[in-house]
């Protein structure tokens, strides 16, 4: 698989990612004001159950998913060494989901009773929530093999939109269900269904487009299971790092600080989290790329140029962005003064962008077999942040978002510094380039002093032209390019179609 078609599969699941992502927040403002009315503020609380098992899948995923992908990409044109992990894989999810569903069977009425404390007249409500959430994600856990295989031989696109459907599904399933019955036991019959069609798709894309894959099925390899688990073991430790991260700063913001300050921490970090996530959508894929490519480092330099490119393309004009308009823009969604929040949000998302300007550099790392450094470079920044927000807490709240930017700079800088090293003779943007791009960004702000707050938003727009103009003069990011390119390519295929629909 040459880079000019990589590149193309990369941006049709990155537009699948990213439309995903983008439909998420809708649904989800509307499905959760729905939700609370139908099923009352309790009935919801109970319902809300369900994301302790969404945590507890997340900590018993030990790194195979992707320790899978890495394989299949790696070892593209061999089918037995393909069916070899992929067995090993789906019979260690399988072991894994029983676990958990037996887990949650013996324990669920001591751990409703007894740790959560739910009333008795609720008992029966949570229990079952515990246990159909469950089984819903059993069903997602031992789908992610599927998956697996398919994103390693870069299908993304057929990966985001099975997750689309879900995401539609299980939204209107979900609408539907309060409509007719509001309760979670219609709920549960939900999620039970769109987990079931996410498997069932998964499966039928393996069995159509990868059938070898199903061959020797019952064949476990421990040979193989040894090499998953030696790379998944980083992958794992750095997953719970930036997992536990959220509820750690809450932990230490409670106990150093105050509850005025971790509600304000609460709305920007989980305001910062959704809006990074529909700008990294197309970095998605590239780690099973860097997989793919890692013996031919000329085409993942062609990949990692373009990733690198478009971050500096969107988080220059994005930090900029909060850093004109957060206290204005928060102050009209809370309402009232939200000074603090909208400090905090700035400094919290110019740290997120700094982290994910450097993702392409740390998820290729990740890519050519680098799963220990993953794990250590992501404890580390953690370290930093927390140190640093223990050691100042006395010095007011403002301390809590500096503690976590300085935390994403340190990852920053090590994964440029490691990247640099591993790959010694690959160049992805000159540092002329960067300088270039930054000099609109140094006269906006610069301008912006003398500039009313009446003007700031035509002095912003025209920053922003003049930014995405001198991104595609100097190669930073060729946008209009990248799009020629797309269409023509789709513009042959159909030519190509066409031609063979019309022989005989």
Not at 200 to 210: D, H, S, V
Request: net charge positive; proline share 3%.
């Amino acid at each position: 698989m040459d880079a000019t078609v990589l590149k193309n599969k990369l941006l049709k699941g990155s537009l699948a990612g990213m439309l995903r992502v983008i439909l998420a927040v809708p649904l989800y403002l509307i499905l959760t004001p729905y939700a609370l009315s139908r099923l009352g503020t309790v009935i919801f609380g109970i319902w809300s159950f369900n994301t302790v098992i969404i945590s507890l899948v997340n900590l018993t995923d030990f790194g195979f998913k992707n320790s899978l992908v890495r394989q299949v990409a790696a070892n593209i044109d061999n089918e037995d060494e393909i069916r070899r992990y992929f067995s090993a894989t789906f019979w260690i999810y399988l072991v894994l989901a029983m676990i958990l569903l037996t887990g949650i069977f013996l324990f669920a009425d001591d751990l409703v009773a007894k740790v959560l404390r739910v009333p008795a007249e609720l008992h029966d409500e949570a229990v079952f929530v515990f246990l159909i959430s469950a089984a819903s994600f059993a069903l997602r856990f031992i789908a992610a093999p599927f998956q697996a295989v398919i994103e390693g031989h870069q299908e993304h696109f057929y990966s985001q939109m099975i997750s689309l459907v879900w995401l539609v599904s299980n939204a209107a399933g979900s609408i539907a269900a309060l409509a007719l019955q509001p309760d979670v036991y219609s709920l549960g019959i939900v999620s039970i269904a769109s987990n079931l069609l996410v498997f069932l798709l998964f499966a039928r894309r393996i069995r159509m487009r990868f059938p070898f894959v199903l061959k020797q099925f019952f064949r476990i390899d421990p040979a193989a299971v040894a090499t998953l688990l030696r790379f998944g073991v980083g992958i794992h430790l750095a997953t719970l790092v930036i997992t536990l991260r959220e509820p750690i700063y809450k932990i230490m913001i409670s106990r150093f600080c105050d509850l005025e300050s971790l509600a304000s921490f609460e709305v920007s970090y989980r305001l910062c989290t959704q809006l990074v996530s529909v700008v990294v959508s197309p970095l998605l894929g590239t780690f099973a790329a860097s997989a793919l490519l890692e013996r031919r480092p000329e085409e993942l330099g062609k990949i990692l140029r373009l990733m690198v490119g478009f971050n500096c393309a969107i988080f220059f004009p994005a930090i900029l962005l909060f850093g004109t308009f957060s206290q204005s823009l928060i102050s009209l969604w809370l309402g009232g003064d939200a000074n603090v929040t909208a400090f905090m949000t700035f400094v919290m998302f110019t740290g997120f962008a700094l982290y994910y300007m450097t993702q392409p550099l740390y998820k290729s790392l990740e890519g050519v077999g680098m799963s220990g450094y993953s794990a250590m470079v992501q404890a580390f920044g953690m370290a930093v942040s927390a140190v640093i927000l223990v050691v100042f807490s006395d010095q007011g709240e403002m301390v809590i978002p500096l503690s976590l930017f300085a935390g994403f700079v340190v990852i920053s800088i090590s994964n440029y510094l490691v990247f640099c090293r591993r790959f010694r003779t690959m160049s992805l943007i000159a540092p002329g380039k960067l300088l270039i791009v930054l000099i609109p960004a140094a006269l906006y702000v610069t301008a912006s002093f003398g500039v009313s707050s009446q003007w700031l938003p035509l002095l912003f727009f025209a920053y922003l032209v003049l930014h995405f103009v001198v991104v595609a003069k100097t190669g930073v990011f060729d946008y209009l390019g990248l799009a020629g390119k797309f269409l023509d390519l789709r513009r042959k295929r159909a030519g190509q179609s066409g031609i063979a629909l019309r022989t005989p």
